[in-house]
C-alpha cells in the first residue's frame, strides 16, 4: 500500500495540517508502512460478522429536558486566545 | 422546448425545547453573545454529550406527521468539517440510520392533491453564529457566538418533487403549519428557527434524467426562497437554451443585488468521513413510547380543514383559512362551541377579527377580544338585543377595550328599543311626518314600507328593532286605511 | 521511614491515629519532588503551595474529628489528560499549553470531596498518544529504574511518580495500554477498568471508545481502595454503566485455590524476550503453588489487534482533535500568512501544524485517511468488524476461565530514542495490552520481576467485564506472596545514579 504525495497533500488538507514538503515524503513513507501492515485485516472473511461501535450494552440513554445554569461568558471567554468584547474573534471568513 | 423545473428541499428547523440537545444550555433566541454556552455545547476538552429526551419526542412527532416510518434502530454520526462556529469540529448528526424516513406531505394545487415525499428526517445539533463585516464593523476579522451551537435541529429532506413556484410555496406553508400545530418549532424565519436550502435543476419537458442542479443557500423568507428559485429558473435555462451546461455547485442569494452566486471556497466536494458517534450509545424507539407519542399527536391542519367544512357546514374556503394556524382554528371552534352557528362566527372571524388583527399587526394569540367576547355578541344579534349594525361598533369596542358585549352594550346604551310603548310612539311621529309614503303605501306601494322603517331607526340612531318596527308600522297604517 | 514512599492505605493508619499529619505527607511528596524532578521530569505542573494549604484544611477537619473517606489528606498525582478546574490541563501538547479547565471531570470531582490532595499533573505521551513518555512538548519522563530507559507510556508521568515516590499513587488513563504498560516499566500496579465503570466525562478524549480512567499505585489494596472511589456510574458520560460499585477491599482475599488461570500462547510468541518469557514463567509457577489451576488457552485473533487498533483509535482520534484550532481556547499561531484568500484555513492550518507534535500529526493524517471517502469500509468498518471476532475470542476464553495471564509487555523498558523514529516498531509494542481495550475489558498490570539490569517486569491479568474483583483477587494473593512490589528505585541523591547497564 503506497500513499502518493497527493493523498498525502489531500488528507493534510482535510485535517487541517500544513505539512513542510519533507514530512509530506516522512509521512507518506510512514503511514504507506502502517497502511501495508493493517492489510493484514484482509486476511479475515468478515462478511456475516457485526461491526463493533460499542462495548458496552447500553442503548437510549437520555437525560430530561431541564435548563442548567450556563458557564459565565468571563469564564466562557478565558482561555480564548483572542476575543472581543463577548465574542471569540477570529480571521475574516471568506464565504 | 420547454424546460420543466425540479427542486427538492433540505430544510432545517430548530426544535422548542427548553435545553440543548446535549446539554442544559437554554435554547432561547437573542441572548448576550455566548451567555448561553458550557463546557459541552463549546466544544471544551474532555466533555461528553447526552441526549435530551424531549429532542427524540419532538423529533419524532414531526416524522408521524409527515407520515414517515419510525426506524426501530438508529444511532448518531459524526460528520467532520471544519469551520469556526462549529465549536468541536464535528457536528453530531444521523448519516447512515436517521431515526425516520419515506414519509410525505401533500399540498393541494388547484383543488387537485399532491403529494410531496420525503426522504429522511434525522436530528442534528446547530451549530453556532459567525459575524462579518457590516455586522461588526472589523475589516479583517470576523466574530463568533455560540449561544446557536447546539440547539436542537431536524432537518427534513424531501425528493426533487415540486415542479413549480406555486409547489414549492403550497410545501413550505404546508411545512410550517405542521410543525406549528405541533408546537414542536416556532418558525421563525427572520431568528433562523426554520431554514430552507433549495436544490435546483432544469430539464427539457418530457425527460425523465435530472439535470445538474444547483444547491442554493442563504434564503431567509419564504419570499427569498421563492425570488432565488425564480432567478435561478432563468439562469439555468437560459445556459441550457444556449447549449451550455449548468455547473454542479453551491450558490448564495444575494438579497440585495437579486441574484445568486457561487460560494466561493468549495472547489472541491466535501468529505465529511462520517462515522458513529462513539459518545452516544444507540436510539432504539421503543414501541409503547411511539404509540404515547402517536396518541398525544394533535389533529394536523389537512384533517382540521377537512372535519372543520363536515362539522360545521362552512366552504372550504373558510375552512383553509380558519385552520391554517392552531391558534385561530382554536379560537374559531371555541366560540363556535359557544354559539353554534358555524358560517355566523367564520364570517365575523374572517372579516371582522383577522381584518382588525391585521391592521394593528397583532397575532391571534395576542386578540383583545375573545371567544367568549365574540359568542356572547352573536347571542345578543339572535336574541334581538343589538342589530347587525350595531354590532360591528360592539365588536370595535370589544377589541379596543377586551370588554365583553354585554358591558359594552350597556355602557354605551346601544341596546335595541324592543320596548313596544316607547317605540308605538315614534312609529306614530314618523307616520304624522310622512304623509306622503303612507298615502304611498295604502295605495299599494307596498315597498313604502322600507322607507318608514328607515326614518324610525333613524330617529333612533339604529337602536329599534327592526321587527319590532315593521310589525308596529303595518298595525297603525292598516288601522289608519280602515278609518 | 520515608512517608512518600508509603502507601494510601498505610498513610491513612498514620493520619487517623494522628501520628502524622496530611502536610507532612504532602511536604515529603513535595520535598521528593523537588529533589528529583528535574532527573524524572514526571510532572508537567506542581502545586505546592495549593497542596500544602488544602493540606492544613485537611489537617483541621482530621483534628476535628472528621475523618471521612480512606483517602483522605492523602496526595495524588493526576495525569495531564484529566481535566481539573483552573488548573492547567495540557495533554503534554503545544497546543493547549496554557488550557485552564472552568470544570473538574468527574473522577477529579470525586476526589476532590473525599479530600484528595492534588500534588499535581503529570507527564504524558501527547494526547496520550506513545508508549514511552517521549511525544511531550515538555520533555520526556525518564525511567526512576533506569534514567536513560523509558518509563512506558502514555502515562508514563504518573507511573514514574509513583515508582519513584513523587506521589503517593495517581490517576492515568489507558487506550491500548497506556496505564498497564507504564506501570510494568516502572515496577508499580495499573489497573485497566472495564469500558462504563468509571465515567469518561473530564478525560480528554483520544479514542472514546477505547479510554478508560484507572489508578497507579504501589499495592493492590490501594487500588481496590482508589476503585472505590472513582467507580460509578455518571449522568453525564452515556457510556457510564449503571451498575452497582462492589467495595472492592473485599475483594482482596490470599487464596486462589482452584480458580482457572488461562494462558493464551498467542503472547508468547517469537517476539517475546527471554528475560520476561522466564518472569512470567515463574510467576506461573508461584500461582499454581498457590492452587491455581493454570492451563493453555488462544485467543486466535490477537495477532490482528495492532492494526484494528491503530485504524480505529486514529479514526476516532482524528475527529476528536478536530476541535483545537485556535479558536476558543489553546495555542493560536503568531503567523500572520493573512491578506490572502482562506485567511481562516491559514489561521487552522498555521495553528495546527504548530501546535501538535509528529506522532500526533501522523495518527491524525492515518485516522482521516481511514473515514476519507472510498475507504471508510476498508479500514474503519473492517477493524470494527475484526474487533468483534477478538470480543468473541475473549468471550470464549471466559467460559473456561476466571481470568488471563499473560506478559504486559514482550519486552523490559527500552531506552529512550531507540524506537521513537519507527512508529510501526513503537505500535507493536502495545500488542499485548491492547485487545483488553478492543473488548472493553478489566486487566491489570502487577509488578513479578526484574531483568539482571534491574528493570521492572510486569505481568498481566483480564477478566470478563465487570469482574475486577477477579483481578484483584489473583492479584492480591500474588503479591501476598512475592515481594517484587516492594523493591524501590535507587534513586536518591546521596547515593549512586542509576543511569546505565540496561
Partial sequence: MKISKKDVEHVAKLARLRLAEEEKEKFGKQLSEILEYVKKLNELDTEKVEPTSHVVPLKNVMREDEVRPSLPVEDVLRNAPVREGKYFKVPKIIQ | ?483 | MNLNELTGHEINKLLARKEVSAIEVTEAVLKRIGKMDDRINAYVTVRSEEALREAEEIDKKIQRGEMGSPLMGIPIAIKDNICTRGVKTTCSSKILHNFQPPYDATVVAKLRKAGVIFIGKTNMDEFAMGSSTENSAFGSTHNPWNLNAVPGGSSGGSAAAVAAGETIFALGSDTGGSIRQPAGFCGVTGMKPTYGLVSRYGLVAFASSLDQIGPITRDIRDTAILMNLICGHDPKDSTSLNVPVPDYTQALVNDIKGLKIGIPKEYFGEGIELEVREAIEKAIEALKKLGANVKETSLPHTEYGVAIYYLIATAEASSNLARYDGVRYGYRTKSERRKAKGEMVQMYEDTRREGFGDEVKRRIMLGTYGLSAGYYDAYYLKAQKVRTLVREDFDKAFKDFHCLLTPTSSTPPFRIGEKIDDPLKMYLSDIFTISANLAGLPAISIPCGFTKGGLPIGLQLMAKPLNEEMLLRVAYTFEQNTDHHLRKPVLDADKKIATDDH
Fill in chain 2, 1 to 483: 422546448m420547454n424546460y420543466q423545473l425540479v427542486v427538492g428541499l433540505e430544510v432545517h428547523a430548530e426544535l422548542s425545547t427548553g435545553s440543548k440537545v446535549f446539554c442544559g444550555c437554554p435554547t432561547r433566541f437573542g441572548g448576550e453573545p455566548n451567555s448561553q454556552t458550557c463546557p459541552v455545547c463549546l466544544g471544551l476538552p474532555g466533555v461528553l454529550p447526552v441526549l435530551n429526551k424531549k429532542v427524540v419526542e419532538y423529533a419524532i412527532r414531526a416524522a408521524l406527521a409527515m407520515n414517515c416510518e419510525i426506524s426501530r434502530h438508529s444511532r448518531f454520526d459524526r460528520k467532520n468539517y471544519y469551520y469556526p462556529d462549529l465549536p468541536k469540529n464535528y457536528q453530531i448528526s444521523q448519516n447512515y440510520l436517521p431515526f425516520a424516513y419515506n414519509g410525505h406531505l401533500n399540498i393541494s394545487i388547484k383543488g387537485a392533491v399532491k403529494r410531496i415525499d420525503i426522504d429522511n428526517i434525522h436530528l442534528e445539533e446547530d451549530a453556532g453564529k459567525n459575524l462579518h463585516g457590516e455586522d461588526t464593523g472589523l475589516a479583517e476579522d470576523s466574530l463568533v457566538d455560540f449561544n446557536r451551537a447546539g440547539v436542537p435541529l431536524i432537518e427534513i429532506v424531501t425528493r426533487p418533487d415540486m415542479h413549480s413556484l406555486e409547489e414549492v410555496e403550497k410545501f413550505m406553508t404546508n411545512l410550517r403549519d405542521v410543525l406549528l400545530y405541533l408546537g414542536i418549532c416556532d418558525c421563525r424565519m427572520e431568528e433562523g428557527s426554520l431554514r430552507f436550502e433549495a436544490n435546483i435543476s432544469m430539464r427539457p419537458e418530457g425527460e425523465s434524467r435530472l439535470g445538474n442542479r444547483v444547491e442554493m443557500k442563504n434564503l431567509n423568507s419564504f419570499k427569498m426562497v421563492l425570488k432565488a428559485l425564480e432567478y435561478e429558473m432563468g439562469r439555468q435555462e437560459n445556459l441550457l437554451r444556449e447549449g451550455k451546461t449548468v455547473q454542479p455547485e453551491t450558490m448564495l442569494w444575494d438579497e440585495a443585488k437579486g441574484m445568486t452566486s457561487a460560494m466561493r471556497g468549495k472547489e472541491e466536494a466535501p468529505d465529511y468521513r462520517y462515522f458513529p458517534e462513539p459518545d452516544l450509545v444507540p436510539l432504539v424507539i421503543d414501541p409503547e413510547w411511539l404509540k404515547e407519542i402517536k396518541e398525544s399527536l394533535p389533529e394536523l391542519p389537512q384533517a382540521r380543514e377537512m372535519r372543520l367544512m363536515k362539522e360545521y357546514g362552512i366552504p372550504e374556503y373558510d375552512s383553509a383559512v380558519l385552520t391554517a394556524n392552531r391558534p385561530l382554528a382554536d379560537f374559531y371552534e371555541e366560540t363556535v362551541r359557544l354559539f353554534p352557528n358555524g358560517k355566523m362566527v367564520s364570517n365575523w372571524v374572517m372579516v371582522e377579527l383577522l381584518g382588525r388583527l391585521k391592521e394593528r399587526n397583532l397575532k391571534i394569540e395576542d386578540s383583545p377580544l375573545r371567544p367568549s367576547h365574540l359568542a356572547e355578541m352573536l347571542t345578543l344579534i339572535k336574541d334581538g338585543l343589538i342589530s347587525g349594525k350595531i354590532a360591528k361598533d360592539v365588536f370595535t369596542e370589544m377589541f379596543t377595550s377586551g370588554k365583553g358585549a354585554r358591558i359594552v352594550v350597556e355602557e354605551k346604551g346601544w341596546a335595541q328599543i324592543s320596548d313596544e310603548s316607547q317605540m308605538k310612539e315614534i312609529v306614530e311621529e314618523v307616520i304624522r311626518e310622512n304623509p306622503k309614503s303612507v298615502e304611498d303605501f295604502q295605495g299599494g306601494k307596498k315597498k313604502a314600507i322600507t322607507f318608514l322603517v328607515g326614518q324610525v331607526m333613524k330617529e333612533t340612531r339604529g337602536k329599534a328593532n327592526p321587527q319590532l318596527v315593521n310589525k308596529l308600522l303595518r298595525e297603525k297604517l292598516q288601522i289608519k286605511s280602515k278609518m
